[in-house]
């Protein structure tokens, strides 16, 4: 079983976190520590640690974290200049929270993919 992160405790709202969006599926609020002018995250309301715990029953869950990430980017006026869409996977991928997350990102020009 795995163990519950802080984002569990968001979803449920036991963190009086401000929520952008909330259904039977996904949750979204902004990230602390932003790291472009919108920062917000997209997260299953199911704790999936990884994207490597996926099955094929969260397909639908995983649709529906583009569909609100496509909804909250027009929502921040970000969506005709663009933004990315980010989720890190385990230490390599430089993930810090095993609760899967969908990272939007976006308000400023964000430079190149990948800076190694
Ligand atoms: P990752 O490195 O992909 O696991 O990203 C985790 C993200 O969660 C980081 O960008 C953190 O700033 C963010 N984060 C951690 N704790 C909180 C929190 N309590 N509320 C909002 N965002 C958080």
Same mark, same amino acid.
């Given at each position: 079983? @795995? &163990?519950?992160? !802080? ?12 929520? +952008?969006? /909330? #259904? %039977? ?10 790291? @472009? &002018?919108?920062? !917000? ?12 715990? +996926?099955? /094929? #029953? %969260? ?58």
């Amino acid at each position: 079983m @795995a &163990e519950e992160t !802080i984002f569990s405790k968001i979803i449920r709202q036991e963190i009086p976190t401000p929520l +952008l969006y /909330q #259904d %039977d599926l996904v949750t979204a609020f902004r990230d602390i520590a932003p790291q @472009a &002018e919108s920062h !917000i995250l997209i997260v299953p309301n199911k704790l999936i640690p990884t994207v490597n715990d +996926l099955e /094929q #029953d %969260d397909e639908l869950t995983m649709g529906r974290m583009f569909t609100v990430a496509k909804q909250l980017a027009k929502q921040e006026g970000i969506d005709e200049n663009g933004y990315r869409l980010i989720m890190n996977c385990n230490q390599h991928g430089g993930q810090e929270v095993y609760h899967i997350h969908m990272h939007l990102v976006g308000g400023q020009p964000l430079g190149k993919m990948l800076n190694l």
